[in-house]
């Protein structure tokens, strides 16, 4: 469903468009229904609508100032002017605003249909995910740029990425669009009015850090992949989230409690404390279940031995690492790389 605002200061005008066509039957669902334009610009920002029908002819804000603060707002919407005056001045000063359509009162309901159904078809079209994979190692296309700013429909942008193509628990009001980013595995773009978190989306989710928008996708990547491979999740304190993603990236390198504080300016007690509340976990185990993760996928989907995948997880010591590895995962790495193989082999039968 396309979300929808209608703007008007007359009552019975703006209860004549709400009900002048069966807009669900169109693919639309009325967000907001609002007398001035102050509050529709307050709508907008809140509800991110992917339409707005608005008068021209409002106190305060009129409906070409509404349209002139939305774009100054950076809120990708169509707006449908609506007025009674038989203006062709104003007509094209309309679209010239970037009006998708001119509408003269009192509505007529066939064109009011009309105008619904090319609406929904121009939406869809924009909603279209891109087939063709986007190389985020390059600069970024005006065709990419202009779809990653209309999938920003929300204050809060997430990457989200997983193995498998698991159908996510979107809450109200967050838009989904896949995308396909070269060596990469499956990926979409969340755009949501609220904070989200990875756990409430369904299984195997990971998402990146919130964003504003979708333009600085080559580090939501990163952030994305991170959480994958490690298999955690962010917190919801953003210098926690940023020592996670920096423990993510680092994980085989020799950490130290006063790396981290140096890094991060901040005292090795509070340091401590602040990722224990916010994670429930100390620095320590954080890091032990990061290698342990990468450990098991190199066991997995590589042909590297077992002290070089310990090495390389940040183990000088096999032996400790074995140890480590069984009381993670309930298997000594040898026997964890056999079952996986020994699954295979019954699979291929």
Known sequence: MFRLVFVDDEPWALSGM??????????????????TGEEALEAIRQYRPHAVFTDIRMPNMSGMDLISATKDSNIPVEFVITSAYSDFEVARKAIRFGAYHYLLKPLDQQEVQEVAQRLQRTLAQKSKPLIKPVDIAQPLSEQVVAFLTQAAQNGYCYLAMTEQEN?????????????VLTQHPVTYLISAPDPLFSSALGCDIYLSHKHGGFLHLSQMAQEARCALEGRFQYAPHKTVAAIQFYIGNHYGDDLSIKDLSKSFFLSEV???????KYTGKTISFFLKEVRIQHAKRLLLRSDLGLRTIAEQVGYLDYSYFGRLFKGFVGLTPDQYRKKD????????R
């Open 341 to 348: 193989s020994n699954l295979q082999l019954m699979t291929m």
């Open 18 to 35: 709400t009900t002048i066509i069966p807009w669900e039957n169109y693919g639309f669902a009325i967000s907001a229904c609002c007398s």
């Open 270 to 276: 509070y340091l401590c404390e602040l990722f224990k």
């Open 167 to 179: 159908p996510l628990n979107l809450p109200e009001g967050a838009s989904l669009t896949p995308i």
